[in-house]
């Protein structure tokens, strides 16, 4: 017996192709890292609510459609990059959300996404419901993987340049990724984790637990989430990264007050090249 026959050694798994497709795309990024603590508490009276009339949200809907409406006035922030010589900037006008979801392909355990369009307009509900076709841990049968399994029968080679085929062209690259990325292990003991999710800005949620904060010069008890933001610090900059945080931290911590506000106008769009 060879050593590598005795160590197990094989060519990964066909389901996973995609993941190292996009792991070689986004080899170009530049990721800085931020993240703070929200009080998670306005969030979870609201949750509570709703499900005592037999509605469930999950935390994630709330931080897509916090992230939705705050990017919605940072247009710099949801915009996308691509060339090195000579690069080009897409601003979209529609803020749309990619969210990462942990599922299973023939029995094998992947990483897939959805994209909730148009957050900045969106009401919690219609986030739910989009996130809830996704429901279910196997999604072997389900419609949306058929391009999938057409990219994993391609040869490697081939299968990585139609990858980035579908996903460099500037002008569908929102449709295809979406505008930014939410990334949650917080059904794990995870208090937070940063991710490149293949766009400008990418939220990695992990778990509420409770913590001490100081109120008022008192210790108290409050449900607090580590929301982590990762930002491709070619298109932007930490300071407006920063406010971006700041400011979903705030639609969290002011929810649903925050929710209840008029949307802001779309951002115009100014998608140069290809």
């Given at each position: 017996?060879?050593?590598?026959?005795?160590a197990g050694i094989t060519p990964p798994a066909r389901q996973r192709r995609h993941t190292l497709?996009?792991?070689?795309?986004?080899?170009?990024?530049?990721?800085?890292?931020?993240?703070?603590?929200?009080?998670?508490?306005?969030?979870?009276?609201?949750?509570?609510?709703?499900?005592?009339?037999?509605?469930?949200?999950?935390?994630?809907?709330?931080?897509?459609?916090?992230?939705?409406?705050?990017?919605?006035?940072?247009?710099?922030?949801?915009?996308?990059?691509?060339?090195?010589?000579?690069?080009?900037?897409?601003?979209?006008?529609?803020?749309?959300?990619?969210?990462?979801?942990?599922?299973?392909?023939?029995?094998?355990?992947?990483?897939?996404?959805?994209?909730?369009?148009?957050?900045?307009?969106?009401?919690?509900?219609?986030?739910?419901?989009?996130?809830?076709?996704?429901?279910?841990?196997?999604?072997?049968?389900?419609?949306?993987?058929?391009?999938?399994?057409?990219?994993?029968?391609?040869?490697?080679?081939?299968?990585?340049?139609?990858y980035r085929a579908t996903v460099r062209p500037l002008r569908s690259r929102a449709a295809r990724?979406?505008?930014?990325?939410?990334?949650?292990?917080?059904?794990?003991?995870?208090?937070?984790?940063?991710?490149?999710?293949?766009?400008?800005?990418?939220?990695?949620?992990?778990?509420?637990?409770?913590?001490?904060?100081?109120?008022?010069?008192?210790?108290?008890?409050?449900?607090?989430?580590?929301?982590?933001?990762?930002?491709?610090?070619?298109?932007?900059?930490?300071?407006?990264?920063?406010?971006?945080?700041?400011?979903?931290?705030?639609?969290?911590?002011?929810?649903?007050?925050?929710?209840?506000?008029?949307?802001?106008?779309?951002?115009?769009?100014?998608?140069?090249?290809?």
């Open positions: 017996m060879t050593p590598s026959s005795s497709y996009f792991l070689d795309e986004i080899r170009s990024f530049a990721p800085v890292h931020l993240d703070t603590e929200v009080d998670m508490g306005a969030v979870l009276a609201h949750r509570a609510a709703a499900r005592a009339e037999g509605v469930r949200y999950s935390l994630v809907s709330y931080v897509l459609l916090a992230a939705g409406r705050v990017l919605a006035r940072h247009p710099e922030a949801n915009a996308a990059i691509r060339g090195r010589l000579r690069p080009r900037v897409a601003r979209y006008p529609s803020v749309d959300g990619k969210l990462v979801l942990d599922r299973r392909l023939d029995g094998r355990r992947v990483v897939l996404a959805t994209v909730v369009p148009d957050l900045a307009h969106a009401e919690l509900a219609t986030v739910q419901a989009q996130i809830d076709l996704h429901r279910g841990e196997d999604a072997s049968g389900r419609p949306e993987v058929a391009p999938l399994r057409k990219l994993h029968r391609l040869h490697p080679l081939l299968g990585l340049l139609a990724i979406g505008t930014f990325a939410v990334s949650s292990l917080g059904h794990a003991p995870v208090d937070g984790f940063h991710s490149v999710g293949g766009t400008t800005v990418t939220l990695g949620v992990g778990r509420v637990l409770d913590r001490v904060v100081a109120r008022d010069g008192r210790a108290e008890i409050a449900p607090v989430l580590r929301l982590n933001l990762t930002f491709d610090h070619r298109v932007i900059d930490g300071a407006e990264a920063a406010e971006v945080l700041g400011e979903i931290r705030q639609a969290l911590e002011e929810y649903p007050a925050y929710a209840a506000q008029a949307p802001t106008a779309a951002p115009t769009a100014a998608v140069s090249g290809r």
